[in-house]
């Protein structure tokens, strides 16, 4: 029975001395399958318990769009629960975050990131010809991703938003909620102010491609303006308001 027992805590300590050395390009491979290739870390270095690289989203054609310095460590007491925690720290966030790891479901931590409006155009390929400006803040309140659904919120603001094809600056500050309640996500976007007047709705199952309505409204003083720049990507409804339908 000895032999036995000393036979399991050498074959434990051979598991963990390979997980531990596992190379942090690991990570890359994992992003590469989530996001359907769409994101990368680039210049990996470390191992997947603490490590640092480029995180990368790419457009539609596999072009690097977007990069920010994403480091990781794990934190040790989150594996007598069997879970992966690690302490995340990317250069636009306004501090570090958790991201819990189990069997089930990935749960990330409150994070405030602050992202160039460009990364609209990278989640939102339609949105992408109006080379949006400025900044945009995402804060994330508690998410957990899983196989049947996704819990919590996340909010995005984009404030004194603007685009290089119209002169018209800012367009408008703006603010989109995303919910996620187990299988259904809700999206709503509304307008805090500004010429450019947008509102939208959309709901969709959870793995599904999102489905999302809004409507556009210009008001009369910057109609001649703006309206050129809405045809780019909307259908044109009546005088003033446009309509676009993201899937």
């Not at 989150?78 to 069997?103: C, G, K, W």
């Not at 602050?114 to 609209?120: E, H, I, Q, T």
């Not at 939102?124 to 196989?147: E, H, I, N, Q």
């Amino acid at each position: 029975m000895k032999r036995w027992r000393l036979l399991a805590v050498g074959f434990g300590a051979y598991a963990i001395g390979l997980i531990v050395t596992v190379p942090a390009t690991f990570v890359d491979a994992g992003l590469q399958r989530a996001g359907s290739g769409r994101l990368r870390l680039a210049e990996a270095q470390g191992t997947v318990w603490s490590g640092a690289g480029r995180l990368e989203i790419r457009d539609a054609g596999g072009r690097a769009g977007l990069a920010v310095r994403l480091a990781w460590r794990i934190m040790p007491s989150a594996l007598l629960r069997a879970r992966l925690a690690y302490e995340v720290e990317l250069d636009q966030a306004s501090s570090r975050f958790p991201v819990t790891i189990s069997l089930s479901h990935i749960e990330v931590g409150n994070a405030d990131i602050r992202l160039p409006a460009a990364a609209l155009g990278l989640a939102v390929p339609k949105l992408a010809p109006l080379r949006l400006t400025s900044d945009v803040m995402l804060r994330l309140a508690g998410l957990s991703f899983g196989r049947t659904g996704m819990q919590g919120s996340t909010t995005l603001q984009w404030r004194a938003a603007g685009s290089a094809y119209t002169p018209i600056s800012p367009l408008g500050d703006y603010e989109l909620r995303v919910e996620g309640h187990g299988p259904v996500v809700r999206a709503s976007l509304r307008t805090l102010q500004g010429p450019l007047q947008l509102d939208g709705q959309g709901s969709w199952a959870y793995g599904d491609n999102p489905v999302f309505l809004a409507t556009a409204r210009i008001t009369p003083e910057h109609q001649r303006q703006l309206a050129p720049l809405l045809r780019l990507i909307a259908l044109e409804r009546g005088e003033g308001r446009f309509e676009l339908q993201l899937k």
